[in-house]
């Protein structure tokens, strides 16, 4: 056995779980209080000075215990898409990566709908192998590590079971890129909402991700996404016995942007409903 693996993964978890849990204390506690609100890219873009102040302390904190490893996190990169997937083509290849989302759902975090997390990614060149979500509001610590599956409150969780759209529940969550990417995720929630059960939207990809590992939902499309909403959750999603691609069916990668995942059981039928809609985004 890789003992050093072993013994460093472990720690990484440890880290990644405590930073977490400290992080969403922090913004739970500040819910409510934050005094700046500013627009990144439009008036759907919000950032607060709540999403600053946790980023900072993640970083603190992991750079404290991996003084080596690299760090991407949302508010240390220039607002827009092109930025955005910059930094990921930059950093990818680093040995020890870490991806953070310091508040995901930030716009819920504004408007006090109880629904962000923080959300911790730990990629080895290129490939996550630690994956944590926490969502304050719930206490619930979502974490999965590379091999050794998914787990919350210490129990492992598992994709749920349904076989067809017809009983799947299914969530997106709207672009805030209102003039391109907004109208082609409507034409997927046109075909997708009367075939599959009912559409959930709660605001935030990474709590969506969660949610398909822990079988509360069976699947999860979103276009237009960032490697931080999407690194823990995509390991949780594998990790629970599911499937993520893009929407074209391609494997996912830190570089995806146009995400789906399943229970892997309605992937294929999903993936041909937003290609008969016109509706995958590329
Ligand atoms: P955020 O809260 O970290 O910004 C909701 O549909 C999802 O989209 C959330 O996970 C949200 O993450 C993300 N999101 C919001 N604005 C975005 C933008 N301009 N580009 C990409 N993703 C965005
Ligand atoms: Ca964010």
Redesign the pocket.
């Known amino acids: 056995m890789d003992r050093d693996h072993s013994v460093g993964s472990k720690s990484f978890t440890a880290v990644a779980i405590n930073t977490a849990a400290k992080a969403g204390e922090w913004i739970k506690m500040k819910q409510g209080t934050h005094a700046s609100l500013s627009q ?2 439009s008036s ?3 950032v607060t000075e709540v999403d600053k102040g946790s980023e900072t302390m993640i970083r603190n904190l992991i750079k404290t215990y991996f003084p080596d490893h690299a760090f991407l996190g ?1 508010e240390g990169v220039a ?1 827009g ?1 092109e930025a ?1 997937a910059r930094a990921i083509r930059e950093m990818q290849d680093e040995e020890y990566l870490w991806i953070v ?1 310091p ?5 819920n975090f504004v408007h006090g709908f109880p629904y ?1 997390v923080v959300s911790i990614a730990l990629a080895r060149r290129g490939e996550v192998i630690v994956g944590v979500i926490y969502d304050p509001n719930r206490d619930e610590m979502f974490v999965a590590e590379k091999g050794k599956g998914a787990y919350l409150r210490g129990k492992p969780i598992r994709v749920s079971s349904e076989e067809r759209l017809g009983d799947a529940l299914i969530a997106t ?5 209102t003039v391109s990417t907004l109208p082609v995720n409507l034409r997927g929630l046109q075909a997708v909402a009367p075939i599959a059960r009912n559409v959930r ?1 709660a ?4 709590l969506h991700l969660a949610y398909v590992a822990a079988g509360r939902l069976s699947g999860f499309w ?1 276009l ?3 490697s ?2 999407l690194a823990a959750g995509a390991l949780l999603v594998q990790e629970a016995g599911g499937r993520v691609t893009d929407t074209r069916g391609e494997p996912y990668s830190l570089s995806v942007r146009h995400v789906l995942a399943t229970n892997g059981l309605v992937h294929g039928e999903l993936l041909q409903t937003l290609a008969d809609a016109e509706a995958t985004g590329f």
């Open positions: 990144k890219s759907h873009d919000l949302e607002p898409a955005s989302d508040i995901d759902g930030t716009t962000f969550g709207f672009p805030s890129d939207s605001g935030s990809a990474a979103e237009g996404l960032n931080w909403d």
